[in-house]
């Protein structure tokens, strides 16, 4: 957590997006025949896939394992998810009267996130947990498309023809970010991370009207916890400024744009997650080892610098290649430090 605060470490830390899941073996014996959500639901399923990849790697935090889904669901969305299709809404939000279905999230809605945050904190010790929840627009994507969008039309459309209905559902999501978020903080999280996965689909400047003032409240509710909060989209290159306007601790850089192009486009006051290209790990070893030396190397011009890569781990990547980096980073970078 102190590269989080821009403070001094002994080592650049290391954590990977989806670090729990596909790409684990044992992940895939723990869940076979259980559906995803359901997966998310269950304290002890949570709990183990958590830990997993906390026994594999040397990564220095854990990732609490659920889905952006998870709260929707919880205040009665029907929603489902499909494996190799992603998210399924049965009743798309097109309209006001849609969006009834969004009441508040209450500690009571999860009572299986609070009881499995706490189980987490007392058998991981002093490795942090990293609470996790979806940003307002991917999670406002998936209600008006109706599950995954390539381009986002009925999305934007809403975004630009019906400003008032867009900020309204945006304000519902943004409350709902903010209850889940707090759940996991009271039971225990030592820090969130917010997923704003589409939101590189958005121009800067519709992302500073129409998304931005949702974002900043958000990390302006979590703020009084004191844990660090972490902010990360996919294609954000283009609005990685107006990302750290948003109020996190951390903005999360994508593999498309070098860590010491990002210190440049985000305000000081920020520490940077990422950015290795997944791909780059069905490359050989050197050009991997390369490749992360290079992402250490432009890190450093950042106030605080934690290693991951640059979007989620892909389901079919090497757990041994994953260790095998985590290893190099810790060792890459206490060698820097000296």
Request: hydrophobic share 45%; net charge negative.
């Amino acid at each position: 957590m102190l590269a989080c605060r821009r403070r001094p470490v002994p080592h650049t830390p290391v954590w990977f997006m989806r670090q729990a899941g596909r790409s684990l073996p044992e992940y895939l014996r723990i869940r076979e025949g259980v559906p995803m959500l359901d997966s998310c639901a269950r304290p002890d399923m949570i709990v183990e896939i958590t830990m997993q990849p906390v026994r594999r790697y040397a990564v220095d935090a854990a990732i609490f394992y659920s889905d952006i889904m998870v709260p929707l669901r919880a205040v009665g969305v029907d929603l489902d998810i499909k494996p190799g299709v992603g998210p399924v809404i049965a009743d798309p939000i097109r309209d006001a009267a849609g969006m009834d279905v969004l009441r508040p999230l209450t500690p009571d809605d999860v009572p299986y996130v609070t009881e499995a945050v706490e189980g987490l904190v007392g058998e991981l010790g002093s490795t942090p947990l990293i609470g996790f929840a979806g940003g307002p627009f991917t999670l406002a994507s998936y209600l008006i498309e109706g599950g995954p969008s390539k381009n986002q039309e009925r999305t934007k459309a809403m975004m630009y023809g019906e400003p008032e209905l867009w900020a309204r559902l945006m304000e519902r999501l943004a409350d709902l970010t903010i209850a889940f978020l707090k759940v996991q903080i009271a039971a225990g999280a030592s820090a969130v991370q917010v997923f704003d996965s589409w939101v590189g689909a958005v121009a800067a400047q519709d992302y500073r009207e129409s998304v931005l003032p949702h974002a900043r409240r958000i990390f302006e509710k979590i703020e009084p916890l004191g844990v660090p909060r972490i902010h990360f989209g996919v294609g954000t290159g283009e609005l990685l400024g107006l990302m750290g306007e948003a109020g996190a601790d951390v903005v999360g850089v994508d593999w498309r744009v070098p860590l010491d192009e990002a210190v440049s486009r985000v305000e000081p006051g920020k520490a940077l997650q990422g950015n290795l290209d997944p791909a780059v790990l069905f490359a050989p070893w050197e050009v991997v080892e390369r490749r992360a030396r290079d992402v250490l190397a432009r890190g450093r011009t950042a106030e605080g610098h934690i290693f991951n890569l640059g979007h989620g781990v892909l389901p079919s990547m090497d757990p041994d290649v994953l260790a095998r980096l985590a290893d190099l980073v810790h060792e890459a970078s206490a060698e820097d430090a000296h």
